[in-house]
């Protein structure tokens, strides 16, 4: 399969590895180096697109690779309030298009299993909630499109809890203070080195359940985009990871 590669920073790097080990061809690279060559014609020869640049670039590659007809797959974030646009772009193009806050299978599993959690803490209201999230000082966006996503996943299974805000540790203090009972904390933190850790924490005045996923590196992330590359070809609409990996 022959690759184009949107974005091709350390994450791109790590996807380029893992995807020619799998046997496949990245046939065009694109950074801020050499934008001229983001063209329809250079997208055309390419199979799928992986997407993986910045908030302020990702919609003009999206539609970029619609107006090209080849599949593209986004893990940028940071972008989401755009979702219902690129999705009724999409379908005019008759895309092919697939999007997640994080690639990683042990990730997807986590968010499946915090749905299936926030469900069952939802007959035991004596528990408050919050979200904790660690990532590396370069991440751009905060909270993490992961972070949003365990939210999302709460709130929606939860009752008590009706949106969420976010707080950056480092700047904010304790703003948390302020927050009302129905808000959903996520507290971030962003700290050298560290790929990616999420906790949901369930407090009461006689225990705490704590529910962990933590990132050795970025390779998880990475696999996951490629396997997602692999299972988009000759597929039409619009999907998220987990259409890909069939959970309910």
Same mark, same amino acid.
């Given at each position: ?12 790097? $790590? $996807? =380029? ?23 329809? @014609? /250079? ?11 910045? &908030? ?17 797959? *986004? ?7 755009? #979702? ?6 999409? %379908? =005019? ?5 697939? +999007? ?7 990730? /997807? ?6 749905? !299936? ?7 035991? &209201? ?7 999230? $660690? ?7 905060? &909270? ?7 939210? @999302?996943?709460?709130? %929606?299974? #939860?009752?008590?809890?009706? =949106? ?16 009302? %009972?129905?808000?959903?904390? !996520? ?6 080195? *560290? ?6 924490? +369930? ?26 590359? @692999?299972?988009? &070809? ?15």
């Amino acid at each position: 399969m022959k690759i184009a590669l949107l974005g091709y920073g350390k994450m791109g790097k $790590i $996807i =380029e590895k893992i995807a020619t080990d799998r046997k496949h061809e990245i046939v065009l690279k694109i950074d801020f180096n050499n934008l001229h060559e983001l063209t329809v @014609e /250079n997208l055309q020869k390419a199979d799928v697109a992986i997407e993986f640049s910045t &908030p302020a670039t990702v919609l003009n590659n999206i539609g970029l690779c619609f107006k090209a007809g080849i599949p593209v797959v *986004v893990g940028t974030t940071g972008w989401y309030d755009q #979702l219902p646009m690129v999705k009724q772009q999409c %379908e =005019e193009n008759n895309g092919s298009f697939l +999007y997640a806050s994080n690639f990683s299978i042990g990730v /997807n599993i986590f968010f499946h299993i915090n749905r !299936i959690l926030a469900k069952l803490m939802n007959n035991h &209201p004596y528990y408050d909630v919050q979200v904790e999230e $660690i990532h590396h000082m370069q991440k751009l966006d905060s &909270p993490s499109g992961t972070g949003i996503t365990i939210a @999302e996943g709460i709130i %929606e299974n #939860l009752d008590s809890k009706k =949106e969420w805000v976010n707080i950056l540790a480092e700047n904010d203090g304790n703003m948390e203070d302020n927050l009302r %009972e129905d808000q959903l904390l !996520i507290e971030s933190h962003r700290i050298d080195s *560290v790929p990616g850790t999420h906790t949901v924490i +369930y407090d009461s005045e006689v225990d705490t359940i704590e529910f962990k996923h933590t990132a050795h590196n970025r390779n998880g992330f990475a696999l996951g985009a490629v396997l997602a590359a @692999e299972w988009i &070809p000759g597929k039409k609409g619009f999907f998220t990871v987990s259409d890909m990996f069939n959970l309910a």
